[in-house]
């Protein structure tokens, strides 16, 4: 499974961005997906998550703010009302489940900064 991420970039404290991240190889088995974050100096935190029935997961840091969809083999990730405190490298992950195992996948980090 390769992730390609991608739609970081510099936003005002109150913007919007979205980031997506596109799945391709072997998809098939793919139970969740969802995003990461690692802030300078903070140790990485799960964002979001969504289950392939749909079912969505947030940390309470983003919780209103920040949606989390799927299409086929893209997930994105809403983020409106973005603060200071958004500022990280996000990542996308994958989870394929086979034969009763767990494998987990990353894309390359895209940067978000959030900054007047």
């Known amino acids: 499974v390769q992730l390609q991420a991608s739609g970081g970039g510099l936003v005002q404290p109150g913007g919007s961005l979205r980031l997506s991240c596109t799945s391709s190889?072997?998809?098939?088995?793919?139970?969740?997906m969802g995003w990461y974050r690692q802030a300078p100096g903070k140790q990485r935190e799960l964002v979001a998550t969504i289950a392939s029935g749909g079912s969505t997961t947030y940390v309470d840091s983003v919780e209103g703010r920040f949606t989390v969809s799927r299409d086929k083999n893209t997930v994105s990730l809403q983020m409106n009302s973005l603060k200071v405190e958004d500022t990280a490298v996000y990542y996308c992950?994958?989870?394929?489940?086979?034969?009763?195992?767990?494998?987990?996948?990353w894309g390359h980090g895209t940067l978000v900064t959030v900054s007047s």
């Open positions: 190889g072997f998809i098939i088995g793919i139970v969740i």
């Open positions: 992950f994958a989870r394929r489940r086979s034969l009763g195992k767990d494998s987990d996948y």
